[in-house]
């Protein structure tokens, strides 16, 4: 990995700009000091949050780094990765800091990148930024087969679940995002685990909140993670349902009416109709051994053929436009 201009970087760094890095601390004695000493560099303070670890990560951190930028946040009890950043969050918030970013205390991310992560908001291109390891082919090929292959199952569907379309790494774990964004979401609403950076994205579509990504390449050598996104695509799956429920009624019902709601509405109305032509159908063949009568097929098709008409008309309102909205917004 190459160098990163800091003498460049500080010029475009106002000094009301205040970096708070969030670290959430749990089994990664190995990896943690190093990632702490590496982010202390590149931020104002460092806020490491150990998440009841077993291992002690928090007072090994303590005890080998003394910097008057670091603060350490003791959990009685676990409360996963999400509420560990919550309580990292909250605190950078109360005492001012203007960029939050959250980083793993695990070795996969580079702290030297923070300056590149920020750099849009700073220069308020937007609100919100992801770390990205889709863009690079060289940073797919280091990728496990298994991680590849679940992050990417998972990818799209976090994309469908919170509208970001133009978002090629949504599950990232690497973000920052400006204090006044923040402030608008309700830190406590969001996950306590692995789900908090999908649910993030969610609170941040209903803000319609600019997020942009940065190329980056994540080390996995030595790495072990509790999450298998293989083994996760279904029970995420029924999380991200619910989650996006929440998103279509609020974007498309409550907060607005729009193209893609009538396409919606088109939508429900077609299927049912096309599911009532198909008990009827079962039901007459079933009790009177009668064959499907000709109308009955034709007007089948005609619900079939409306229902994927008014699913692809929603789905390339929400993949086109919703995107839009949110480039227009940097204008």
């Given at each position: 990995?190459?160098?990163?201009?800091?003498?460049?970087?500080?010029?475009?760094?106002?000094?009301?700009?205040?970096?708070?890095?969030i670290i959430a601390c749990y089994k990664t004695t190995t990896t943690a000091v190093k990632v702490v000493a590496e982010c202390l560099q590149f931020a104002d303070l460092v806020i490491c949050v150990d998440d009841s670890c077993p291992y002690g990560t928090g007072?090994?951190?303590?005890?080998?780094?003394?910097?008057?930028?670091?603060?350490?946040?003791?959990?009685?009890?676990?409360?996963g990765v999400g509420g560990a950043v919550k309580t990292g969050f909250t605190y950078a918030l109360n005492h001012n800091y203007t960029i939050l970013v959250k980083c793993d205390s695990d070795g996969q991310m580079w702290p030297g990148m923070i300056p590149k992560l920020i750099s849009p908001i700073i220069l308020r291109h937007a609100e919100f930024t992801k770390g990205?390891?889709?863009?690079?082919?060289?940073?797919?090929?280091?990728?496990?087969?298994?991680?590849?292959?679940?992050?990417?199952?998972?990818?799209?569907?976090?994309?469908?679940?919170?509208?970001?379309?133009?978002?090629?790494?949504?599950?990232?774990?690497?973000?920052?995002?400006?204090?006044?964004?923040?402030?608008?979401?309700?830190?406590?609403?969001?996950?306590?685990?692995?789900?908090?950076?999908?649910?993030?994205?969610?609170?941040?579509?209903?803000?319609?909140?600019?997020?942009?990504e940065i190329p980056m390449q994540a080390d996995y050598r030595n790495h072990f993670s509790s999450l298998n996104p293989i083994a996760e695509v279904y029970n995420f799956g029924i999380r991200h349902f619910q989650v996006f429920l929440k998103r279509i009624s609020y974007q498309y019902f409550i907060l607005d009416f729009n193209p893609g709601s009538m396409h919606l509405v088109g939508f429900c109305f077609s299927f049912i109709l096309m599911l009532l032509v198909t008990i009827n159908s079962i039901y007459r063949n079933v009790k009177y051994s009668e064959p499907t009568p000709l109308g009955l097929q034709v007007l089948f098709l005609a619900f079939l053929i409306i229902t994927l008409q008014t699913s692809m008309g929603f789905l390339f309102y929400d993949m086109a436009f919703r995107p839009m909205l949110r480039r227009l917004k940097q204008l």
């Open positions: 990995m190459t160098n990163i201009d800091l003498t460049y970087l500080s010029s475009i760094f106002p000094p009301v700009n205040k970096i708070a890095v007072s090994i951190i303590d005890q080998t780094i003394s910097s008057e930028k670091l603060v350490i946040i003791y959990h009685k009890s676990n409360l990205n390891r889709f863009i690079e082919l060289n940073h797919i090929t280091n990728m496990p087969l298994n991680r590849l292959i679940g992050n990417t199952a998972l990818g799209f569907i976090c994309k469908l679940t919170t509208g970001y379309w133009e978002l090629f790494d949504p599950t990232n774990g690497f973000i920052a995002i400006h204090a006044n964004a923040l402030k608008y979401i309700n830190l406590q609403s969001l996950d306590d685990r692995y789900f908090f950076e999908t649910d993030l994205l969610f609170r941040s579509s209903l803000l319609n909140i600019v997020i942009k």
